[in-house]
T-cell receptor, first 116, second 116 residues
């Protein structure tokens, strides 16, 4: 079985500060992929960043980076220089061997609020 | 630049009524998915279609049926709606995933369904 755990129901950060959103995963397979999505209050799901289990470097996309610690099975999202528009729900998801790597398993999400 | 289009955006049903949620994608993706999102539960996979002509159950398939009408369209049917099916429903699509695929799933804007 594969499982994603996001232990922070909510996080608060001040504008321009960095914030880390936690994600741990559970899988017995060596091959998998990890994704982060953002869901603003308007409801759409926006893809942010991807990390493959064999990638040697941590993924980065603009202000987003993924702190990937394979031995600890964690894939934390780091947002640098937070902006008011970063206020949203954030979901970690994993593509693993279940269903032949066809599907994603999502965590329950972390609500991030950025204050001025 | 439509991406994934879901109809309707909102719907209210009475218990026992049936309805079909429509989803269409214009990205020539092979794989399509239906999720439901409930408060505090993240996104849970209902059904998916890895390629045209195939459909498979996800985590929460009971009470639903799907049809992959063609490569573009994937519909979700509630035969006899129940209050427990009140939720936000998302359709998504992706390139054919694989063990090393970094291709994300692209989501529609969701259908907010209330069953009284």
């Amino acid at each position: 079985a594969q499982k994603i755990t996001q232990t922070q129901p909510g996080m608060f950060v001040q504008e321009k500060e960095a914030v880390t959103l936690d994600c741990t995963y559970d899988t017995s397979d060596q091959s998998y992929g990890l994704f982060w999505y953002k869901q603003p209050s308007s409801g759409e799901m926006i893809f942010l960043i991807y990390q493959g289990s064999y990638d040697e470097q941590n993924a980065t996309e603009g202000r987003y980076s993924l702190n990937f610690q394979k031995a600890r099975k964690s894939a934390n999202l780091v947002i640098s220089a937070s902006q008011l528009g970063d206020s949203a729900m954030y979901f970690c998801a994993m593509r693993g061997p279940i269903s032949g790597y066809s599907t994603l398993t999502f965590g329950k999400g972390t609500m991030l609020l950025v204050s001025p | 630049n439509a991406g994934v289009t879901q109809t309707p955006k909102f719907q209210v049903l009475k218990t026992g009524q049936s309805m079909t949620l429509q989803c269409a994608q214009d990205m020539n993706h092979n794989s399509m998915y239906w999720y439901r999102q409930d408060p505090g539960m993240g996104l849970r996979l209902i059904y998916y279609s890895a390629s045209e002509g195939t459909t498979d159950k996800g985590e929460v398939p009971n009470g639903y049926n799907v049809s992959r009408l063609n490569k573009r369209e994937f519909s979700l049917r509630l035969e006899s709606a129940a209050p427990s099916q009140t939720s936000v429903y998302f359709c998504a699509s992706s390139e054919s995933p694989g063990v090393t695929s970094n291709q994300p799933q692209h989501f529609g804007d969701g259908t907010r369904l209330s069953i009284l």
